[in-house]
C-alpha cells in the first residue's frame, strides 16, 4: 500500500511569493495533519484537518492556511512567504484524530526561501 | 523555556552498546508519550507510545516515563548501526488530537 504522499519534494521560492503543498493520506484515513521542521529541530504542529474541517491550529500566522479535500488530501497554503519559512513541511495521516501519535508521515516538502 | 527539552547529541556507541535517550518536559497536562525515529530525508516513523507513567517495551526497545519528575526515555538494547538516525521525543495532552509536541531530536550514530 502506498504511504503518505507529498508534493513537491522541493521547491525554492523568493520572499514574498507564495506556495501550495499537496499531501494525499493513505487509503482509508480521514484525518491530516501538518507540521514544520526547521533543520535542527523537531516538527511543530501547523494544523490538522478531519473530515474536511479545521480541528487544530498551531501558533501560526495567518499567512499559512489549510483545507481537505472530499476525497481527503490536503493542501497547505503560504502566503508572503519569508526567509525563515525555509523548512521541511511534513503532512501526516491518521485513520481518525489520534492521542496516541500513530500518525504516518510522508517525507516532506523541502521549501527554501531566498 | 520549550515546553520539551532534548539534548541534541550526536550520541556516537559502538555497535551492541544501550542507548540511552531522554526528555524533559514542564507542561504536568501532558498524557501521551511517544518516540519517533527519522532517517535522514525521511518522516518521522512512531517507534513507541505511552500512557501516564510507567514502561513498555517493544523488542530491544524500551521506554518509561516519570510523571512525578516530567522525565521520559528511550532505552536501546544490542544497538546495532541501522538504528542510526535521528530519535524525537513527543507528547499530547489527548482530547483526540494531533497536536504533538516534540522535542529537537537526538542524533544518534552507531559505529560497527
Known amino acids: 500500500d502506498a504511504g503518505v504522499t507529498q508534493s513537491p519534494t522541493h521547491l525554492i521560492k523568493t520572499r514574498g511569493q507564495h506556495v501550495t503543498l499537496r499531501c494525499s493520506p493513505i487509503?482509508?484515513?480521514?484525518?491530516v495533519s501538518w507540521y514544520q521542521q526547521v533543520l535542527g529541530q523537531g516538527p511543530q504542529f501547523i494544523f490538522q484537518y478531519y473530515e474536511k474541517e479545521e480541528r487544530g491550529r498551531g501558533n501560526f500566522p495567518d499567512r499559512f492556511s489549510a483545507r481537505q479535500f472530499p476525497n481527503y488530501s490536503s493542501e497547505l497554503n503560504v502566503n508572503a512567504l519569508l526567509l525563515g519559512d525555509s523548512a521541511l513541511y511534513l503532512c501526516?495521516?491518521?485513520?481518525?484524530?489520534?492521542?496516541?501519535?500513530?500518525?504516518?508521515f510522508g517525507e516532506g516538502s523541502r521549501l527554501t526561501v531566498l | 523555556q520549550k515546553e520539551v527539552e532534548q539534548d541534541p547529541g550526536p550520541l556516537s556507541v559502538p555497535e551492541g552498546a544501550i542507548v540511552s535517550l531522554n526528555c524533559t518536559y514542564s507542561n504536568s497536562a501532558f498524557q501521551y508519550f511517544m518516540w519517533y525515529r527519522q532517517y535522514s530525508r525521511k518522516g518521522p516513523e512512531l517507534l513507541m507510545y505511552t500512557y501516564s507513567s510507567g514502561n513498555k517495551e517493544d523488542g530491544r526497545f524500551t521506554a518509561q516515563v516519570d510523571k512525578s519528575s516530567k522525565y521520559i526515555s528511550l532505552f536501546i538494547r544490542d544497538s546495532q548501526p541501522s538504528d542510526s538516525a535521528t530519535y524525537l521525543c513527543a507528547m499530547n495532552r489527548g482530547g483526540a488530537t494531533n497536536k504533538l509536541i516534540f522535542g529537537t531530536g537526538t542524533l544518534l550514530a552507531v559505529q560497527p
Open positions: 487509503s482509508g484515513h480521514k484525518s
Open positions: 501526516a495521516s491518521s485513520f481518525l484524530p489520534s492521542d496516541t501519535g500513530e500518525l504516518f
